[in-house]
């Protein structure tokens, strides 16, 4: 990225006669600077022997970053499983959905919530039937999580539903009582899914995005000639299909290895229906008591889109993109140019201020019953060491630990394996954040005297347009 990401910066904006948009420029920026001394640190010193270590700061962007995502990944889970879900049973509900309507997602995110909204109201209906209830009488709950990534780190916008697999209803004292439902069937399954895919069709096309004439319904694309859509669309909607934006190989299918057999045919999954490429599948069910295995699927379903031991460059300086489970037809690896990888890059960077995460029912912050269902955690863990300089919008605002937030050191230890409980030196004493580095020259001063390069990788220049954009 620090070689190749100016040419493609140039490639895009040459190519569409617009500019990127800066949030899409600010990723790639930040992440060429996360975790890179030469730009910042904190330093911190043990308490005991003296002994000094510094720690770089890192982007804390969503798009792309392994390690910033590694991180929220489990500050996430640990926050949903510690102090939202309640103790009782949850199954996860996944609604895949059609290529144009992933474009669409993609190019106005704001027709998430209302999609959203669509879905949690059939789900919770079934529910209530399920337990015999109405609307009046009970609520359910539940925790979304927008995943705008596939396997291949291709843009696919698909809907992660948490619920609660009951409904909550008051008793006569006021307190809340959980009633679980009975678990659908196929059957059962398969008519939630028409009645999604009729009411998300009613919605769009009130809201004028869906179009109907002479019985063909298609998009409306109002926004075609902006300068976002010109550079942006492209990008997305060629990250969605698997096929390349920009370049001598525009429109082509991305290039795959593979390395496993083939498999004829799949056995039909249980509780998992497909129509007109919407796709409902509600098999993964997590009971009351597994709380350790409520948090693996947390991870997961907020894992980050790249995993460093998943790309690698070959002898060609192509990119080789690992999947994490071969496809059908055998294909292990993908393989790109690194403008091509890039491309896949920037359509993976979300809007600035658009939630991920959203919540429902009687788990909407504003619930009535919220309070009274939501688990309290364990106890909460002793404030990070030290305190860092104020003002500073950095690493070291995680070091106050707000209600609900896992700690900064413990995040540390639990994710990169920095324990600020013990120091490496003499393995006793406890590390401190003594300050937080900010400015060059004090920057260049303490990496010199350490014997580290105080000077940050080079970046390299934008390449003249031409056939030369492809290597």
Excluded at 304 to 319: I, M
Aim: charge should be positive; hydrophobic fraction near 45%; include cysteine.
């Amino acid at each position: 990225m620090q070689q190749h990401a100016a040419t493609f910066f140039a490639q895009a904006e040459e190519t569409t006669a617009a500019d990127l948009p800066q949030f899409v420029k600010d990723e790639f920026d930040a992440f060429l600077e996360c975790g890179i001394l030469a730009y910042g640190f904190l330093r911190l010193r043990c308490g005991d022997c003296g002994h000094d270590k510094l720690l770089a700061f890192s982007c804390k962007r969503r798009g792309f970053c392994p390690s910033c995502g590694a991180r929220r990944m489990s500050q996430t889970a640990a926050h949903l499983v510690d102090h939202v879900i309640p103790h009782v049973p949850v199954r996860q509900w996944v609604l895949s959905l059609p290529i144009p309507l992933r474009v669409l997602l993609a190019a106005q995110p704001k027709l998430v919530t209302p999609v959203l909204q669509v879905v949690h109201r059939v789900i919770t209906r079934h529910l209530l039937g399920q337990a015999g209830l109405t609307a009046n009488q009970a609520d359910s709950g539940a925790v979304t999580l927008i995943q705008r990534f596939g396997s291949a780190a291709n843009l696919n916008i698909h809907l992660h539903c948490l619920v609660l697999d009951g409904v909550y209803r008051c008793g006569a004292d006021g307190v809340p009582v959980f009633v679980q439902a009975v678990a659908p069937s196929d059957d059962k399954l398969h008519a939630l899914l028409h009645t999604v895919i009729a009411r998300l069709m009613k919605m769009l096309t009130r809201r004028g995005v869906l179009v109907e004439e002479m019985g063909q319904i298609y998009l409306a694309d109002p926004n075609a000639d902006g300068d976002e859509a010109r550079t942006l669309r492209p990008l997305q909607a060629a990250a969605i299909t698997c096929r390349i934006a920009f370049g001598p190989r525009a429109g082509q299918k991305v290039l795959t290895l593979r390395g496993a057999m083939a498999r004829e045919g799949m056995a039909r999954e249980l509780l998992c229906c497909d129509i007109d490429g919407f796709s409902l599948h509600a098999a993964v069910r997590v009971d009351a008591h597994e709380r350790k295995r409520l948090e693996q699927l947390c991870r997961y379903i907020t894992r980050p889109a790249l995993a460093d031991e998943r790309v690698q460059l070959n002898d060609a300086g192509q990119v080789e993109l690992k999947l994490k489970t071969p496809w059908r037809d055998g294909t292990t690896h993908l393989v790109m140019s690194p403008l091509e990888f890039l491309q896949r890059l920037a359509a993976l960077v979300p809007r600035p201020r658009l939630h991920l995460i959203r919540f429902h029912g009687v788990l909407a912050p504003n619930a009535k019953l919220r309070s009274l269902v939501v688990p309290q955690g364990p106890p909460k863990d002793e404030e990070a060491p030290g305190v860092a300089a104020s003002g500073v919008q950095c690493e070291a605002q995680t070091a106050q630990v707000g209600p609900g937030r896992i700690s900064w050191a413990r995040l540390l230890k639990r994710v990169f394996d920095i324990d600020m409980q013990r120091c490496p030196h003499c393995g006793a004493g406890e590390l401190k954040i003594i300050a937080a580095i900010l400015e060059r020259p004090v920057i260049e001063k303490i990496l010199s005297y350490l014997g580290l390069d105080p000077q940050p990788p080079p970046k390299g220049r934008a390449r003249e347009a031409g056939p030369h954009f492809a290597a």
